[in-house]
Protein backbone atom coordinates (compact mmCIF):
# COMPACT_ATOMS: atom_id res chain seq x y z
CA UNK A 1 0.00 0.00 0.00
CA UNK A 2 2.80 2.07 0.65
CA UNK A 3 3.98 2.31 -3.12
CA UNK A 4 0.45 3.08 -4.02
CA UNK A 5 -0.13 5.82 -1.85
CA UNK A 6 3.51 7.08 -2.80
CA UNK A 7 2.23 6.69 -6.26
CA UNK A 8 -1.21 9.14 -5.42
CA UNK A 9 1.16 11.88 -3.89
CA UNK A 10 3.72 11.72 -6.63
CA UNK A 11 0.45 12.61 -8.91
CA UNK A 12 -0.62 15.56 -6.92
CA UNK A 13 2.49 16.83 -6.94
CA UNK A 14 2.78 16.46 -10.40
CA UNK A 15 -0.25 18.28 -11.19
CA UNK A 16 0.08 20.68 -8.58
CA UNK A 17 3.24 20.98 -10.43
CA UNK A 18 1.90 21.85 -13.75
CA UNK A 19 -1.05 23.57 -12.56
CA UNK A 20 1.32 25.61 -11.17
CA UNK A 21 3.67 26.48 -14.55
CA UNK A 22 0.24 27.22 -16.13
CA UNK A 23 -0.83 29.86 -13.78
CA UNK A 24 2.15 31.30 -13.43
CA UNK A 25 2.42 31.67 -17.42
CA UNK A 26 -0.66 33.07 -18.05
CA UNK A 27 -0.52 35.93 -14.98
CA UNK A 28 2.97 37.12 -16.62
CA UNK A 29 1.28 36.85 -20.27
CA UNK A 30 -1.80 39.23 -18.74
CA UNK A 31 0.69 41.15 -17.09
CA UNK A 32 2.93 41.86 -19.81
Given at each position: ????R?R????????A?V??????TV??????
Amino acid sequence: MTHFRERILAAILAVADVGGDVGWTVSVDSTV
